[in-house]
């Protein structure tokens, strides 16, 4: 077998890594859209929209400086049961709780940098593309009407500088991203094929292996979490109100801070749950009532002079034979032998039962199975 599937043995397995990669990008789109929906109702929250690299780095920074402070591991490894541990450091599993195996502070810093700093740049390095992009297609197309005077003796150096910078981001971000996209699916596939422990690029500039947590190291984190915490509360100082003042304060933090992870999420699905169920409803009640199909018209009435109609409606009440190329006047819809129906309008401009005024460009041959 080439490559791990199952769920044996601490290192986890590609899919394991790959949805932890990717839940924080569904997170963000699933919090913008949210973000945008109830902004409709409250204009104020179009400020985090027009921010909106900064407030979901801004969060992840709490939620991933939290996560790594307490388990270990980032805020979507935790979720999935798994942790990081220095690639030097290889543990029995009698010995998994072993100190040692704990990141470093340099070690958390520095991920902290690939977790957050790093995809913030890439995110706004890739929206000052698109937008150089955009405007380079316009140029295009339209002319730069601009160019006369942007970059005349009057423009300000800080808008010569914007500009140049975003050109060099325009030449320069294609290549960034295909170098880092290349390699991340060099890691990746390597990975598949356990040629490598690391699945990313940054855990191995880091040198730390991502691991699935047992027992005793989720026991001895939450043994590690309460002493820190306890440490903590010791450090309050003042008088006795402002201790419990500060007590309730930090009690929350970590109410907030624990349950952030399925909260967060939990919550995400609860408002598209009830989006799909108020746009439902919405549907039905705006939705068109569906009426049943009109009773066909009443056919017309013959007249007292026209040409009496036979029983057999096989036949032709001009000829009285059975009906040879049937044809249908539009002005009636009764249905006569092409020769027949075209020789009486011909010299009548009637139709024949009716004797409603008619012309021979009113005929209409039917094609149908005898």
Same mark, same amino acid.
């Not at 005793?216 to 820190?228: C, F, G, N, W």
């Given at each position: 077998?080439?490559?791990?599937?199952?769920?044996?043995?601490?290192?986890?397995?590609?899919?394991?890594?790959?949805?932890?990669?990717? !839940?924080?990008?569904?997170?963000?789109?699933?919090?913008?859209?949210?973000?945008?929906?109830?902004?409709?109702?409250?204009?104020?929250?179009?400020?985090?929209?027009?921010?909106?690299?900064?407030?979901?780095?801004?969060?992840?920074?709490?939620?991933?400086?939290?996560?790594?402070?307490?388990?270990?591991?980032?805020?979507?490894?935790? !979720?999935?049961?798994?942790?990081?541990?220095?690639?030097?450091?290889?543990?029995?599993?009698?010995?998994?709780?072993?100190?040692?195996?704990?990141?470093?502070?340099?070690?958390?810093?520095?991920?902290?940098?690939?977790?957050?700093?790093?995809?913030?740049?890439?995110? @706004?390095?890739?929206?000052?593309?698109?937008?150089?992009?955009?405007?380079?297609?316009?140029?295009?197309?339209?002319?730069?009407?601009?160019?006369?005077?942007?970059?005349?003796?009057?423009?300000?150096?800080?808008?010569?500088?914007?500009?140049?910078?975003?050109?060099?981001?325009?030449?320069?971000?294609? !290549?960034?991203?295909?170098?880092?996209?290349?390699?991340?699916?060099?890691?990746?596939?390597?990975?598949?094929?356990?040629?490598?422990?690391?699945?990313?690029?940054?855990?191995?500039?880091?040198?730390?292996?991502? %691991?699935?947590?047992?027992?005793?190291?989720? +026991?001895?984190?939450?043994?590690?979490?309460?002493?820190?915490?306890?440490?903590?509360?010791?450090?309050?100082?003042?008088?006795?109100?402002?201790?419990?003042?500060? #007590?309730?304060?930090?009690? %929350?933090?970590?109410?907030?801070?624990?349950?952030?992870?399925? #909260?967060?999420?939990?919550?995400?699905?609860?408002?598209? +749950? +009830?989006?799909?169920?108020?746009?439902?409803?919405?549907?039905?009640? /705006?939705?068109?009532?569906?009426?049943?199909?009109?009773?066909?018209?009443?056919?017309?009435?013959?007249?007292?002079?026209?040409?009496?109609?036979? /029983?057999?409606?096989?036949?032709?009440?001009?000829?009285?034979?059975?009906?040879?190329?049937?044809?249908?006047?539009?002005?009636?819809?009764?249905?006569?032998?092409?020769?027949?129906?075209?020789?009486?309008?011909?010299?009548? @401009?009637?139709?024949?039962?009716?004797?409603?005024?008619?012309?021979?460009?009113?005929?209409?041959?039917?094609?149908?199975?005898?």
């Amino acid at each position: 077998m080439l490559f791990q599937v199952g769920g044996q043995g601490s290192r986890p397995t590609f899919f394991e890594m790959a949805a932890a990669e990717q !839940l924080p990008r569904s997170l963000r789109a699933a919090l913008t859209y949210s973000i945008g929906v109830l902004a409709l109702r409250t204009p104020f929250l179009h400020k985090l929209l027009d921010y909106e690299h900064e407030s979901f780095s801004l969060l992840m920074l709490v939620l991933e400086a939290h996560s790594l402070r307490t388990t270990d591991a980032s805020f979507s490894e935790s !979720l999935y049961g798994l942790r990081r541990r220095p690639a030097n450091i290889k543990l029995n599993d009698n010995d998994s709780s072993s100190s040692s195996s704990q990141l470093r502070r340099r070690q958390k810093l520095l991920s902290l940098l690939f977790l957050v700093v790093l995809p913030y740049l890439k995110s @706004k390095l890739h929206s000052i593309y698109n937008k150089e992009r955009e405007a380079r297609i316009q140029a295009t197309i339209w002319g730069d009407e601009n160019e006369s005077y942007t970059f005349n003796a009057r423009a300000s150096v800080t808008t010569l500088i914007t500009k140049r910078f975003q050109k060099i981001v325009g030449l320069c971000y294609p !290549l960034l991203h295909a170098g880092t996209e290349g390699f991340q699916f060099a890691y990746q596939l390597l990975y598949l094929l356990d040629a490598t422990g690391y699945y990313s690029l940054a855990l191995h500039a880091l040198g730390i292996h991502v %691991c699935r947590a047992t027992g005793q190291e989720l +026991m001895d984190a939450s043994s590690r979490i309460s002493k820190i915490r306890s440490r903590e509360r010791e450090r309050l100082r003042g008088p006795q109100w402002i201790k419990t003042l500060q #007590g309730a304060l930090l009690s %929350c933090t970590y109410t907030v801070l624990d349950y952030a992870q399925t #909260g967060l999420i939990a919550a995400v699905f609860f408002f598209k +749950m +009830m989006e799909w169920w108020y746009q439902s409803a919405e549907e039905r009640m /705006s939705a068109p009532t569906v009426y049943p199909p009109p009773p066909p018209p009443p056919p017309p009435k013959v007249a007292k002079e026209g040409v009496q109609l036979p /029983s057999d409606r096989t036949i032709c009440p001009l000829c009285l034979q059975k009906r040879v190329n049937p044809s249908v006047m539009t002005v009636s819809g009764f249905v006569f032998c092409y020769a027949c129906i075209f020789k009486f309008l011909t010299q009548y @401009k009637r139709c024949p039962a009716t004797m409603v005024p008619a012309t021979v460009d009113q005929i209409r041959r039917l094609f149908h199975d005898v």
